[in-house]
């Protein structure tokens, strides 16, 4: 069992990650959130049976479509109707059971029910685990963009059982695999602590020789407990994303363009990330920040765990960029990348030229 607190004063809240905690889940809850209201849960629609024995020590459980495409306002319409036609009062408390789609919306539902009640995060995909169950960023997708309606509202706890990856095929593994590697390569920006993140994973993969994903599984624990403690740090320190906090970023404008391009089907984030974290160090390298060594051992990682898919290569450069440049975090017509600057180190630049990103593309 590990424990660690998301330091932000009066709405600090501890995340508890532990092998089987969901066996337990109602007397965890007692022992770690204090509201003594009801509880909303909600999920979805692939979850819940698969998670049936434990959301059945719920009354009240609200299952949504499962997909990115059902992270809309429709689907809020139909929780929040949900909820009011239950009389949700103010004292009650929205459970969020699943993955980074479900935690999302029901965060945003919390954020706005009633003008805001509590909720609890139990996120059941890697992706979630050890990063969107954290962070307090809720909201939901508009046509012209994801994430585009939204709010900031911290949960007043998170509950993390590694089991539940037991039942998520490799893909989704791939997704939350490419934020981990993601959190090795910001750790001395991210935090005081010294996990020495990048060699721990090294190891787990040098160990592992050819099967890494059932050597992982031995190890979820500590790698979400590291990954989670590196998000609550930055998220202490910068809540809403004036600065600090686009470090999370890394990899992700290459990333994002890429599954813009490719219509979000063909790769999976984490694979996209790869592949944006990839680009970044070549940005970088061009721009004389990361020198040839961490360059060759950081791109090695990416690729020893599987994430690069062959055919991520002959990008079309220009589809690339315009995507680039439509991305939420542009401002000023300016393409803010997060880039390496030292082993470990990240910064956040807006003074790229165009045709330095463009010969960083893949
Ligand atoms: P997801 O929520 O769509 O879940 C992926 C799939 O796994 C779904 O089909 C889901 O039903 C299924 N699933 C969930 N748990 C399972 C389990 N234990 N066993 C079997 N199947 C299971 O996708 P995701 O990758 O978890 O999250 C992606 C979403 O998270 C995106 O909408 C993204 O915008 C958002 N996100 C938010 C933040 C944030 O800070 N709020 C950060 C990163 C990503
Ligand atoms: N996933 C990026 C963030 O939470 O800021």
Redesign the pocket.
Known sequence: MKKLTVELNEKSYPIIINYGLLDDIKSTIESNYKGNGRFFVIT?K??YP??KSVLDNFEHVIQIE???EF?NFKTFEFITDKLLEAKIERGDCIIAF???????MA?YAAASILRGIDYIQI???L??QV??S??G???F?HKMG??LIGAFKQPKLVLIDPK??D???NR?IK??LG?ILKYAFIEKTATDNNFGFFDKLKTLKDNAKNDLYSELKNHWEEIIYISVSMKADVVSKDEQEKGLRAILNFGHTFGHALEKITGYKKYT?GEAVAAGMIMAFNTALSRGFADREYYKSAVGLIKDYNLISEDIRNLNKNNMLEAMKSDKKVSHSTIKLVLPVKPFEVRLFDDTEELLIKDSLL
Do not use: M
């Open positions: 979805n692939t979850i698969l998670y499962d997909g990115e992270k699943g993955g980074g789609v479900v935690g999302d965060g996120p059941t995909t992706l979630s990063d969107s954290v962070g960023k809720t909201g997708n994801k994430n539940t990856l039942t998520l095929d989704q997704t939350g934020e984030h």
